[in-house]
C-alpha cells in the first residue's frame, strides 16, 4: 500500500523502494509552510530539521512536538495511523525517511534486540524519540539535499545515502576507532562550521569579517565559505541576514520594542538602514508589517 499524498504545499518526494520513501521539504518561502500527508501506522517515520524549524501536530493539533535546527523525530507507533501534519517555519529544510516497519525490519533482522524498540516486549507499544543531529549525520543529509547526478542514478544514490543515514542513527558506541572512521575529516569541518554559525548569532549586531571568523574557527576561507553553504544553504552573511530578519519579525511579534530598538539590537546604526532591509526581506515595512498584526 503506497502512501498517500494530500500535501498543502510542495516537496519532493524520491520513492526508494516499494514501501520506502524519502521526502525532501524546504520551505524558502517569506511565511509558514503546512504540509499534510497520511501515513498509516505500518510505517515508521525518521524526520531530520537542517535549518529552522518544524512543528508536528497531532490529534487535531492538540498535541504537538517542535523539532528544531539540527536535530531529529523518530515516530512509531503499532495502535494508530501517524499521519503527517507539519508546519515549517520560513527558510527550514527538512529531510523524511518513511519505511514499513516490516522493511524496517529488514534492515536488522540479525540484531532486531539491539534496536530498544524492535525487540519482543515492545513491538506492540509506541515510540517517540529526538535526538541531536550528529555532524556524521549531518554531512550524510546536506549530500541528500546538495547533489547533481544524472536523473537514472538518482534514486540509487539516495537509497545508499539512506542506509548510511540509518546506519549512523542507530550506531550508539561509544568505543568507535576514530582513526577509522572515513567521516572523521568532514564531522570535524561540520563542528567547526556549526561554530562559525553560533559566533555570527551570537555578534549578529557586530558580526567578525569572514576571515576573522574561518581563523576562529580553524578552517580556511574557502573551506569555510563552501561547508557553510553545503550545509545551511547560503553564503555566512545571507545566512545571517535572514536569520536577523526573522528575529527582528518576532520581535515585531512581540510587541515589545519599536522599530528603532529593534534595529540597534540587530546591528542598524540608523531606523532607515533597518526599515530598507526589512522591507527588502518581507515586502513591507516593519511599521506596516505591525499594523498588519494589530489588525
Not at 550524510?140 to 537514472?152: D, F
Not at 568532514?186 to 549578529?204: C, G, T, W, Y
Not at 580553524?218 to 547560503?234: A, H, N, V
Request: proline fraction near 3%; include cysteine.
Amino acid at each position: 500500500m503506497k502512501l498517500k499524498n494530500v500535501a498543502i504545499g510542495s516537496f519532493d518526494e524520491i520513492l526508494v523502494d516499494d514501501g520506502f520513501y524519502v521526502l525532501k521539504i524546504q520551505n524558502d518561502t517569506v511565511s509558514n509552510v503546512q504540509i499534510k500527508r497520511e501515513i498509516n501506522k505500518r510505517y515508521i517515520q525518521f524526520h531530520f530539521c537542517l535549518k529552522g524549524n518544524g512543528t508536528f501536530l497531532f490529534n487535531d493539533g492538540n498535541y504537538t512536538l517542535d523539532v528544531s535546527e539540527e536535530n531529529s523525530l523518530l515516530l512509531y507507533n503499532t495502535k494508530q495511523d501517524l499521519p503527517l501534519n507539519l508546519s515549517l517555519v520560513p527558510g527550514s529544510w527538512m529531510v523524511s525517511v518513511v519505511m514499513t516497519i516490516r522493511r524496517f525490519h529488514s534492515l536488522f533482522s540479525e540484531e532486531a534486540s539491539y534496536i530498544p524498540f524492535l525487540n519482543t516486549e515492545n513491538k506492540e507499544k509506541k515510540y517517540y524519540a529526538q535526538e541531536m543531529v550528529t555532524p556524521a549525520i549531518a554531512v550524510v543529509l546536506s549530500q541528500m539535499i546538495n547533489y547533481n547526478l544524472h536523473p537514472t542514478i538518482k534514486k540509487l544514490y539516495i537509497k545508499g545515502k539512506v542506509y548510511e543515514l540509518i546506519s549512523l542513527y542507530f550506531n550508539k558506541s561509544t568505543d568507535a576507532d576514530l582513526e577509522q572512521c572515513p567521516f572523521l575529516v568532514d564531522e570535524d569541518n561540520v563542528k567547526r562550521i556549526r561554530r562559525a554559525k553560533e559566533l555570527i548569532i551570537a555578534n549578529m549586531a557586530e558580526p567578525p569579517s569572514l576571515n576573522e571568523l574561518a581563523q576562529e574557527v580553524g578552517l580556511s576561507l574557502k573551506r569555510l565559505k563552501e561547508g557553510f553553504k553545503q550545509i545551511y544553504g547560503d553564503s555566512v552573511y545571507s545566512f545571517l541576514f535572514d536569520y536577523k530578519m526573522e528575529y527582528a519579525r518576532r520581535l515585531l511579534d512581540s510587541g515589545q520594542y519599536n522599530v528603532n530598538e529593534i534595529g540597534l539590537r540587530i546591528g542598524y546604526s540608523t531606523s532607515s538602514h533597518f526599515i530598507a532591509a526589512f522591507r527588502k526581506k518581507y515586502g513591507t515595512t516593519p511599521k506596516k508589517y505591525m499594523t498588519e498584526l494589530a489588525n
